[in-house]
């Protein structure tokens, strides 16, 4: 399993708004969420950015182009992505709980090595969560069962005992 | 509109104004979703799912690189974005592992771009693997120009009122930045002086920055068309605050009568 997360090398101007957002200059509770950033264009005319340092993020306009239609995968390489979980063909809970835990740690390993963490890993660190306690729990249902039934087990032991010890005039 | 949100109520004018406008100021709009990370999203190729639906009308595909860059070894990390391009590259899709915005550099209304947002979070919604966003962001930049008129006749004065005291000379720069916070939402409304020195030869012409970004957090799929209407009905609330009656005149002819 991979736990570390990949790191491209070749720096991208895009990079510099990604730090100065990830930096959290300003402190205010309110920009716990960040402003509504551009990811795909760019207002050259706006003086701001000295002021909005958080809110704007752009890409270099030298992004490769490729038409859309030859990014789609061919039937040989298709790779599934992850459908619904209704929709997830049956397989086997281990490995269900495998992948969750899998994706579960990247999101750890991500949030270990970040000053910050955004809202957005730790609301899927909650799916996630929830998600492996309901396929995994740390006590099964069938546990909780069987601790009952020998808790009915020792009531009726307890029962007889005092049963009998009335029986024989005995005392407890 | 019933409130669903505190946030709603954060600016308290309202414009009768709607739909009187024949034009508009807009430089720029976003619409940005954002959900629970999902890695996956970050992979150098798209969900096949989400480029079918999106290729007849955003047919061009770019990819490119994010950077997170921070204080210290660790703090560092990179994904892919997918941005999906129209044919005439005046509208964009970009995905990537946490967010989707649909961005447009040519507004011609706000039904427009309604329609287009919804058809990106109906395509969208087989691939976050979530039932919320944790913020949709509705983003409007908008610079106005009064042509040879002095641009402080077209801004409320409650705006511009430093510069037209006359209380002071020599101002280089003139801007403010007014944020609305309530438990579930927002509003950031940055303005100021623009010069824009789009010639060379002439002097820098002075425009007017409205920029105004609202935003509500925790929001299901299923409200996301409400919460859309109602952020769009708040911006539009504080632009029309932020003009004088020069300004929305001018807004209200038809861009095809007025010239010459």
Known sequence: MDFYVAVTPAPSPSGFYASQAASGRRS????????TRFLAN????LNIGARDMDATEKLPSSARQVDATALLPKSADIVSFRAPAHERPAEGKEAEVSKIAEARIRLLAIKYANDSISAEIIARLEILNSRLIERSPRVTVEQINSLESSIVSVKAIEQSRLERAKRLGLQI | MSALWKADGLVRTRSDNENRFQRNFLKQAVCELR???????????????????????????EMSNEFTLGIGTGNTGSSHIHIFRSAKATWSISLKENSLSIETTAYTGFDNLRERVLHVVEAAEKIIDSDFFTRIGLRYINVVSSGDEDVTHWINPYLTAPITSESFNGINDFGGRMQLLAEDGGCLFQH??????????????VEYLLDIDTYRTEVSLSQTPAAIDIMHRQAFDLFDWSLTDKARNFLSTDARHSKG
């Open chain 1, 28 to 35: 205010s509770t309110a920009n716990a969420y960040g402003a």
């Open chain 2, 192 to 205: 100021g002086i623009q010069l824009n020195r789009a010639k060379a030869d002439a002097p820098p012409k």
């Open chain 2, 35 to 61: 959900f629970p990370t999902l890695m996956e999203l970050g992979e150098q190729r798209p969900p096949s799912s989400f480029v079918k639906a999106l290729r007849k009308e955003y047919p061009v595909l």
């Open chain 1, 42 to 45: 760019d207002y050259p005319g």
